[in-house]
């Protein structure tokens, strides 16, 4: 593990907060070749009762990014059955070629895995270094941390927010925000059930409130109840063992006895969704820049699409590749995705409500759930594919998800996922045309940003950003678009570009 004495006084980033977003974002940045910090409160990574439910769109994206394994292409579509405002019935579905629909992994587990590849490839993690402050000017910003009784500073040219909801990062540099108020009030637990085989499972509703237990017969069991009639009348005042047991109880109309109670906190259905995902040279992931209520297990999966839409984007920056136009368009992008869960768990909010609304809503959703496509649709969002992949990669268009698809190219068959692997933080331009002539196009400034793969069995040419989405697909040829969207993309020059690759043609 990194300690102060090793660290430089500066940095290209340095990024606040190694939960699980942090160390992604880290882990892009670091695989780009970015000489990054991370700065992290806590001394250990500690097993939190949060996120343990990854959507098929976040494991379509840690594949293409090579921290999960690459799936067969040639495997079906995969489905999985998933709840909605805690009723069962959601079919959430991968896309054939895209591994499962939703894996089942504890958020400490993740950070645990991005630590160590961070670790590995020589990055320092300093822990127990509490950020205290951040200022910026034109030329960079600088990070004020406690460590071992100390305070220090580290300068960087860029700094990424990733300490979480109650982000230092943000309050410093003043990020404006949209916000709800809370009016509800959900309380969180560990504990060992006494009597495992008799409580109540999962998602359980009473003219009470709502518990929701994941019962693990051999230790400690994650409880959660949500209060559906009002906010919590101190947000702040620390959750007893006693106060949740006769929570529970209440809930659930009988007692449901558990001793060893840990890991207790309270949360709420505030929300807050920051304006804009940067602020001059300070940007924002994960729970830092939006925070809901945790329904349907979207929060962790918003910031793992943040850290990856942010990592090889800035990158570029960092490396002066691109201007930081490229950073805006990660925050319009981000923000949108946000909104989007911030909307869906207002909605699922309202179906939970106990009472006349809330059961007239429940009964719409038991007849929506029941039609096919709207179901898919609804897991479709939940699960972050509301933009289904086309399956004909020519077929798909700027602003959509590449489909894993067999790539037959000038030495063998691939894939698509393993090409985005094997490419690392750079583009892929898949030309089933001219690959020569666009070589050449992409020589004239694009080399370290885009790959250049012969792609025999297209009929057009595609080309992917390293998050898997199709900046532009069409046929290369004079007229086209391709040097607008591989400047607009990954910086450069269109007009340098086309002069210098006419000659080629
Ligand atoms: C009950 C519950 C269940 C959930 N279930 C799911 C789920 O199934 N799926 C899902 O996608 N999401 C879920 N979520 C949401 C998910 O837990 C969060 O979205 C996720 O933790 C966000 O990760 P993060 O890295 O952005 O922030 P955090 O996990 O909060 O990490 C922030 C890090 O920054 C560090 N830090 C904070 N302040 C400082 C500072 N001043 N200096 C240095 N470091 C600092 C912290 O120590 C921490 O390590 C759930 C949330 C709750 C409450």
Not at 15 to 30: H, K, M, N, Q, R
Not at 222 to 245: C, K, M, S, V, W
Not at 334 to 345: K, S
Not at 396 to 421: K, S
Request: proline share 5%; charged share 20%.
């Amino acid at each position: 593990m990194t300690a102060a004495g090793d660290l430089r006084s500066h940095y290209q980033v340095v990024v606040v907060g190694g939960g699980p977003v942090g160390s992604l974002t880290a882990l892009e940045l670091a695989r780009s070749g970015i000489d990054v910090l991370v700065l992290e409160a806590e001394p250990h990574t500690t097993d939190v009762p949060k996120a343990g439910t990854i959507h098929a769109r976040s494991i379509q994206l840690l594949t293409r990014r090579g921290h999960f394994a690459a799936p067969d292409v040639d495997a079906a579509a995969a489905s999985t059955t998933f709840h909605y405002a805690g009723v069962w019935g959601l079919e959430i579905t991968a896309p054939p070629g895209e591994g499962p629909a939703i894996a089942g992994i504890g958020q400490s587990d993740l950070e645990r895995l991005f630590t160590a590849k961070l670790i590995e490839l020589g990055t320092p993690v300093l822990k127990a270094a509490v950020v205290t402050g951040v200022d910026q000017d034109d030329a960079g910003a600088t990070v004020t941390f406690t460590h071992e009784g100390l305070t220090r500073t580290a300068t960087a040219d860029w700094v990424v927010g990733a300490d979480g909801a109650r982000s230092i990062v943000r309050r410093s540099v003043c990020f404006t925000a949209t916000e709800t108020v809370p009016t509800a009030a959900a309380l969180l637990g560990l504990a060992v059930l006494d009597d495992p085989a008799g409580a109540p499972r999962g998602w359980v509703r009473t003219d009470r409130g709502w518990t929701v237990l994941n019962v693990n017969p051999s230790g400690l069991s994650r409880i959660i109840t949500f209060d559906l009639g009002g906010p919590h009348e101190d947000h702040r005042r620390p959750l007893t063992a006693a106060e949740l047991q006769q929570t529970v109880d209440r809930f659930a109309g009988r007692p449901v006895p558990f001793r060893h109670a840990r890991s207790l906190s309270r949360f709420s259905d505030y929300s807050r969704l920051v304006d804009d995902y940067r602020l001059g040279r300070v940007l924002l992931v994960g729970d830092a820049a939006h925070v809901h209520f945790p329904l349907g297990g979207q929060g962790l999966n918003l910031g793992i699409g943040d850290a990856i839409g942010l990592g090889w984007r800035l990158a570029l920056v960092a490396r002066g590749q691109a201007g930081p136009s490229v950073l805006d368009a990660y925050s319009r992008e981000r923000h949108t995705c946000a909104a989007a869960v911030i909307a869906n768990v207002a909605d699922q909010r309202e179906r939970m409500r106990i009472g006349a609304d809330g059961d007239r809503l429940r009964h719409e959703l038991d007849v929506l759930l029941r039609d096919r496509d709207r179901n898919r649709a609804l897991g479709s969002a939940i699960s972050a594919q509301s933009r289904p992949a086309p399956r004909a990669l020519t077929h798909a268009g700027p602003g959509d998800f590449a489909a894993n698809t067999v790539i037959e190219t000038g030495t063998g068959v691939t894939d698509l996922i393993r090409l985005h692997a094997a490419a690392g933080n750079r583009g892929l331009l898949l030309c089933g045309n001219a690959p020569e002539s666009a070589r050449a196009l992409v020589d004239t400034g694009w080399r370290e940003r885009v790959a250049v793969v012969r792609a025999r069995n297209l009929e057009a040419d595609v080309l992917v950003r390293p998050d898997g989405v199709v900046a532009w697909s069409g046929v290369w040829g004079d007229g086209s678009e391709l040097p607008a969207r591989l400047a607009e993309t990954f910086g450069g020059s269109a007009a340098r570009a086309r002069l210098t690759s006419a000659g080629t043609r």
